[in-house]
T-cell receptor, first 116, second 112 residues
Framework: AQSVTQLGSHVSVSEGALVLLRCNYSSSVPPYLFWYVQYPNQGLQLLLKYTTGATLVKGINGFEAEFKKSETSFHLTKPSAHMSDAAEYFCAVSASNPGGYNKLIFGAGTRLAVHP | KAGVTQTPRYLIKTRGQQVTLSCSPISGHRSVSWYQQTPGQGLQFLFEYFSETQRNKGNFPGRFSGRQFSNSRSEMNVSTLELGDSALYLC???????????FGPGTRLTVL
C-alpha cells in the first residue's frame, strides 16, 4: 500500500524567500514520486518527478526536490518565491511497475501564499 | 499538440440521475486515468484504461464506471448520483505505462 503525507495545509512566504513544502511517503515497493501544481480552476501540471537515478531532481519554474529514502521524504524547494508561485501543490506517489505507474496516490495538498 | 480535453466543463445534475463525462487524450496517448477531487477527500484515483482495458481501479462503488474507445477517448459514467458525488473530475493521459501523465482542466459536477 502507498500513502503520502504533506505537512502543512497552508504555507505563507514573502516574495524572494525560500519555499519549502514537505512531503513524506509510504510505499511497500520502490516508489515513483511526483510534485504537481494546481492553479485555480485548472487541472494539474507536473513540476518534477523522481523515478530512478539522481536523487536531486530539478523541475520547471526553478523548483527542485530531493528523494531521501532513509527519511521517506521528497520535499519541494525553490530558493526565491515569486508571486506567480501562489497555488496549491500536491505530492504524489505511484508504484514502479507498468500496471501501477499511472495510479497516483496524492497527498492532501499544500496551499502556498506569496506576500509582497 | 493539443492538450487533454474534457467535456463538458461544468455540469449540474440532481440526485438519482446519471451522468457521462468525456475525455479526449493527447494524440498518440493510450492510457487514460480518472481522478475525483473534493475538498473533503482530496484527489482520489478512480480508474485507468489502457488500450481499451481497465488496468487499475480505485476504491469507488460500482456506480462509477468507465470505458475507453479504440481511438483512446474515454468516458466515465456515474449512475444514481448522490450529493457527495459533487466534485471536480480530472482526466489524465499518458503514452504508456512509464510516461508522464498530462491532466485536463476537469469537469466540475454539481449534484443538487
Amino acid at each position: 500500500a502507498q500513502s503520502v503525507t504533506q505537512l502543512g495545509s497552508h504555507v505563507s512566504v514573502s516574495e524572494g524567500a525560500l519555499v519549502l513544502l514537505r512531503c513524506n511517503y509510504s510505499s511497500s515497493v520502490p516508489p515513483y514520486l511526483f510534485w504537481y501544481v494546481q492553479y485555480p480552476n485548472q487541472g494539474l501540471q507536473l513540476l518534477l518527478k523522481y523515478t530512478t537515478g539522481a536523487t536531486l531532481v530539478k523541475g520547471i519554474n526553478g523548483f527542485e526536490a530531493e528523494f531521501k529514502k532513509s527519511e521517506t521524504s521528497f520535499h519541494l524547494t525553490k530558493p526565491s518565491a515569486h508571486m506567480s508561485d501562489a497555488a496549491e501543490y500536491f505530492c504524489a506517489v505511484s508504484a514502479s511497475n507498468p500496471g501501477g505507474y499511472n495510479k497516483l496516490i496524492f497527498g492532501a495538498g499544500t496551499r502556498l501564499a506569496v506576500h509582497p | 499538440k493539443a492538450g487533454v480535453t474534457q467535456t463538458p466543463r461544468y455540469l449540474i445534475k440532481t440526485r438519482g440521475q446519471q451522468v457521462t463525462l468525456s475525455c479526449s487524450p493527447i494524440s498518440g496517448h493510450r492510457s487514460v486515468s480518472w481522478y475525483q477531487q473534493t475538498p473533503g477527500q482530496g484527489l482520489q484515483f478512480l480508474f485507468e484504461y489502457f488500450s481499451e482495458t481497465q488496468r487499475n481501479k480505485g476504491n469507488f462503488p460500482g456506480r462509477f464506471s468507465g470505458r475507453q474507445f479504440s481511438n483512446s477517448r474515454s468516458e466515465m459514467n456515474v449512475s444514481t448520483l448522490e450529493l457527495g458525488d459533487s466534485a471536480l473530475y480530472l482526466c489524465a493521459s499518458s503514452f504508456s505505462g512509464y510516461n508522464e501523465q498530462f491532466f485536463g482542466p476537469g469537469t466540475r459536477l454539481t449534484v443538487l
